[in-house]
């Protein structure tokens, strides 16, 4: 099973700054790799697949990067709206594995 | 408009058995593989189990395997989860999903509300 490790577990963070959420795989999942956004009381949403595709209807401040075993998630100006729980995830091999989450908070 | 409805969770015994369901609408459900996946309450996402679009793939986390069985009726645009020996474990919200590409890659798109299962005496 792929281990998928988040950092950090929170992220305190003044709205209008720059976030910058990382994950590691235990092994390589090539570009194999999504994120999603999940609000308290509400399902995951899809964000980015294939490590830096944004999925339809995500903002153009979401970006995604890394490959292999190392991935970023970078939210570029932090809204109101973008304070949530982010998640990890690989694809490439059964069974499919997220992270533990970063939780992003108001500082 | 892509809709996924879940239904059928509640209290469950430790070793008994229930059957989830999830209604889908809005696009072609045939085409789509679907995959169900899991959240204990206060915790993260865990993937339970896949079905491919004609439901001849299936695929299980092995926490749940021997004891949980997906499946699905193309006629009635409805995935089902069929959970026996249930345990305190699989206490969770547990949510259908829909893979983005048809086929199972395992990337989805979509998600239902969840429906939170219970299991305890």
């Known amino acids: 099973e792929i281990v998928m490790t988040q950092s950090p577990a929170t992220l305190s963070v003044s709205p209008g700054e720059r976030a910058t959420l990382s994950c590691r795989a235990s092994q390589s999942v090539s570009s194999n790799l999504a994120w999603y956004q999940q609000k308290p009381g509400q399902a995951p949403r899809l964000l980015i697949y294939g490590a830096s595709t944004r999925a339809t209807g995500t903002p153009a401040s979401f970006s995604g990067s890394g490959s292999g075993t190392e991935f970023t998630l970078t939210i570029s100006s932090l809204q109101s709206e973008d304070f949530a729980v982010y998640y990890c995830q690989q694809y490439l091999n059964w069974p499919l594995t997220f992270g533990q989450g970063t939780k992003v908070e108001i500082k | 408009e892509v809709q996924l409805l879940e239904s059928g969770g509640g209290l469950g015994q430790p070793g008994g058995s229930l059957r989830l369901s999830c209604a889908a609408s809005?696009?072609?459900?045939?085409?789509?593989?679907m995959s169900w996946v899991r959240q204990a309450p206060g915790k993260g996402l865990e993937w339970v189990s896949a079905?491919?679009?004609?439901?001849?793939?299936?695929y299980y986390a092995d926490s749940v395997k021997g004891r949980f069985t997906v499946s699905r009726d193309n006629s009635k645009n409805t995935l089902y989860l069929q959970m026996n020996s249930l345990r305190d474990e699989d206490t969770a919200v547990y949510y259908c999903?829909?893979?983005?590409?048809?086929?199972?890659?395992?990337?989805?798109?979509?998600w239902g509300q969840g429906t939170l299962v219970t299991v305890s005496s």
């Open positions: 809005g696009f072609t459900f045939s085409s789509d593989a």
């Open positions: 999903a829909r893979d983005q590409r048809g086929d199972i890659y395992g990337d989805f798109d979509y």
């Open positions: 079905i491919s679009g004609s439901g001849g793939g299936t």
